[in-house]
């Protein structure tokens, strides 16, 4: 019988694959946003949570902070997806990727995150 791996030899492959897909893929930012949370999905409901859209932006964030681009806060994911949230008919359930994804899309964190202009550098 095989020894377990160690704990940090363990990747989190949905946020792995949700933050490597949003940043390395071509296209608009909603067909990117589109590409993370399909690949997030990896059950295939088509739905997304509070806490899974939180995972999948601050996956983007991590990998878009690698190369050294500017990011956002913490913080700042958190009142994206709140607001995201409640916008929706109903803010505590899941909502559907299609209908998520416009709306996060258009918030005026996402523009700043895409045009680099966030104030995170990797490391600090």
């Known amino acids: 019988m095989r020894a ?3 704990q940090q030899s363990i990747i ?3 946020e792995y694959l949700a933050g490597v897909g949003g940043c390395v893929c071509s296209g608009s930012v909603p ?3 589109a590409i993370a949370c399909k690949l997030y999905d990896l ?3 088509g739905t997304l949570d509070r806490a899974d859209m939180k ?3 601050n996956s983007i ?3 878009t ?3 050294g681009d500017p990011v956002v806060t913490a913080a700042e994911i958190d009142k994206c997806v709140h607001a995201t949230f409640e916008q929706s008919a109903e803010p505590s359930a899941p909502m559907k990727i299609d209908e998520a994804v416009p709306v996060i899309a258009g918030r005026d964190i996402v523009e700043i ?3 680099g202009r966030g104030t995170v550098k990797f490391g600090r």
């Open 43 to 45: 059950s295939g409901t």
């Open 4 to 6: 377990p791996l160690p």
């Open 65 to 67: 902070s690698y190369f």
């Open 55 to 57: 995972k999948i932006l």
């Open 61 to 63: 964030n991590l990998v």
């Open 113 to 115: 995150f895409v045009s």
């Open 31 to 33: 067909e990117k946003l």
């Open 12 to 14: 989190a492959i949905k």
